[in-house]
């Protein structure tokens, strides 16, 4: 039964084995992505939860201008209690599944229950008929590629798929939710890395989603012709504009390393003497020879941010190999050539991990005398360990803060429970201070901010003012990577509802997915005390000024003080 604008929800019970299909509240319009699952979660999901027991709510919600016309929109957001932090979750992705669920004009997935029997699998098929459960015995402890390789034999050429690797079957709290993107190929390279929702999924017994599109279209816009004609201009003067990730994320080594943020052997320096043969400049050199190129993960982006990575020999081997991959599974563990960490990567995919997280936890087990640092065929033969489920596998799946207590190690760089993303909050205090306030924890998506020579007066407002500014990004389907300004955001929100969206109603949308967000994990028990930086961060000093993450608990506290929002942050490159 549609709403009143004709969008739906799936409602999936995995107890049941039963879907139903409801109308979508028409007063929640301008909410998708990762509001649109903060809001379902708040209101439907048991903060106090077991977090892969059956009360645990999965949600897939695609962006509120997914599926349309406008450029680098169809971003998904995965969410639910996040088995590391014991707060909600959001982690966001690329590829097609987005897109194509809006197609349809289901605003979300909502996966509830858990089978009775824990060694079932099951897929949720998706078409513009509804969706429909089926056990998959077959896909059992699949990798990623083979599984979506087995998939293509069974479903129609352009069909988009959501799944899970042997690390989320085991239910182990560093897995990712893999993504199909957008090349003909439909690689399952987008990874919702973080937050162990993986797990999640695999709690439920619920192996992959497909979506078919069949003959459905892109949505169509109230306002259809302003709608197109923004999104034209705005490609025109994306490309006409300086297109800094043009090379993806993986180039911004160099200076990463410049600013103390390229972190080595378990954070204990911030500069790496491997930042010439990890620059991800080595990889777009390799193109020429290797075949290699920039692509769009998803159908529409105009960004294409993402390398296509080959091997020697010209053969495929993993997309995208970005910075942060780069950092932790490469410098972190004194990795020292891209080609090794570009081997891991494809591992973390194909078993379905998240590679910060799991490169934090192998860096933390290198420290603490359980591997030499540097060894990379050491490292590829754990993440093997972590898909055949054995003790050590299972600890380096579980994360840093599982494998530091596993090791009786002290130094693990995390925040409630989630490793410490590549930009550092040693130098980069106000990024700090989102670590500690996100109700993601520890996520540089959820308010990175580069800028070393920030004030300290100035930490708890650009925190929350970046912290605003992408959870808007990420509710509204466009790619962070885009930088689109709120008022981009709210004018293409206006042209598809036929209305004006004032900036106003913007940023308090931003705001309310926040508040949302910080009262489930409320909910959930989280309190300020939680709120705490690690305390390496704390003391092991690192760069020529011997930085350490020295931020009161008064200026941490003051993030969650709304401020008003300056005006250039609706106007120009508001993320990011
Ligand atoms: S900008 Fe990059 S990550 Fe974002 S959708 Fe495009 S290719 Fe994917």
């Not at 162990?196 to 012709?225: H, I, Q």
Request: some cysteine; proline content about 5%.
């Amino acid at each position: 039964m549609p709403g009143p604008s004709g969008d739906r929800l799936i409602r999936v019970d995995m107890t049941q084995q039963s879907v139903e299909i409801t109308a979508f509240p028409d007063d929640w319009k301008l909410l998708g992505g990762r509001a649109l699952s903060a809001r379902i979660l708040l209101e439907e999901c048991d903060a106090g939860c077991e977090p892969l027991g059956p009360d645990n709510v999965l949600v897939m919600a695609p962006g509120v201008i997914s599926g349309t016309a406008a450029p680098t929109s169809g971003r998904i957001s995965i969410g639910g209690k996040s088995p590391l932090t014991g707060g909600i979750k959001e982690a966001n992705a690329g590829g097609d599944p987005g897109q194509d669920l809006m197609k349809l004009g289901y605003r979300a997935v909502i996966v509830t229950g858990q089978p009775a029997d824990s060694d079932k699998r099951y897929a949720v098929d998706v078409t513009a008929e509804g969706a429909s459960v089926k056990e998959v015995p077959d896909c059992k402890g699949m990798w990623n590629y083979a599984l979506i390789e087995h998939l293509a034999k069974s479903y129609s050429k352009d069909a988009s798929f959501v799944s899970i690797g042997p690390a989320g079957e085991l239910q182990l709290t560093g897995s990712s939710v893999a993504c199909t993107d957008g090349d003909k190929e439909r690689r399952p390279a987008r990874h919702a890395a973080r937050g162990g929702l993986g797990a999640v999924m695999g709690s439920k017994g619920l192996k992959y989603l497909s979506v078919e599109t069949g003959k459905a279209r892109l949505r169509d816009p109230a306002n259809r012709k302003e709608f197109l004609a923004r999104g034209k201009t705005y490609t025109k003067a994306y490309r006409e504009g300086p297109q800094m990730f043009k090379h993806g994320t993986s180039t911004v080594v160099p200076m990463a390393n410049m600013l103390n943020t390229f972190p080595y052997k378990n954070r204990t320096e911030g500069q790496s003497p491997d930042v010439e043969t990890l620059d991800g400049a080595r990889i777009v050199e390799s193109f020429e020879e290797r075949g290699g190129e920039m692509h769009n993960c998803m159908t529409g982006c105009i960004v294409q941010c993402s390398n296509i990575v080959h091997d020697a020999e010209g053969n495929y081997k993993t997309s995208a190999l970005e910075f942060e991959t780069l950092t932790l599974l490469g410098a972190n563990c004194a990795i020292a050539s891209w080609e090794d960490v570009a081997d891991l990567d494809r591992l973390c995919d194909e078993i379905g991990l998240d590679t910060v997280e799991t490169g934090a936890a192998i860096a933390v087990y290198m420290d603490s005398g359980g591997m030499e640092f540097g060894d990379a065929e050491g490292a590829k033969a754990l993440l093997k360990e972590i898909a055949e489920g054995t003790e050590l596998g299972k600890m380096i799946g579980s994360g840093a803060v599982a494998t530091g207590k596993k090791r009786g190690h002290k130094r693990v760089p995390a925040v409630k429970g989630q490793a410490i993303p590549a930009w550092d909050p040693r130098p980069l205090k106000a990024t700090g201070v989102t670590y500690c306030t996100s109700p993601m924890g520890a996520d540089h998506t959820a308010g990175l901010i580069v800028n070393p020579g920030l004030p300290e007066e100035e930490f708890a407002r650009a925190s929350q003012e970046s912290q605003l500014v992408n959870a808007v990004c990420d509710s509204s389907g466009f790619c962070q990577f885009l930088q689109p300004s709120l008022d981009d955001i709210r004018a293409f929100y206006g042209d598809l509802y036929g209305e004006e969206v004032s900036r106003q109603q913007i940023a308090d949308l931003g705001w309310q997915c926040l508040q949302d967000e910080w009262e489930f994990n409320r909910r959930a028990g989280l309190t300020s005390a939680d709120d705490v930086m690690a305390d390496c961060m704390q003391v092991d000093a690192i760069g020529p000024q011997q930085v350490v993450f020295d931020v009161s608990a008064e200026i941490v506290a003051q993030a969650y003080e709304r401020c008003e929002l300056r005006d250039e942050l609706f106007t120009a490159n508001a993320t990011g």
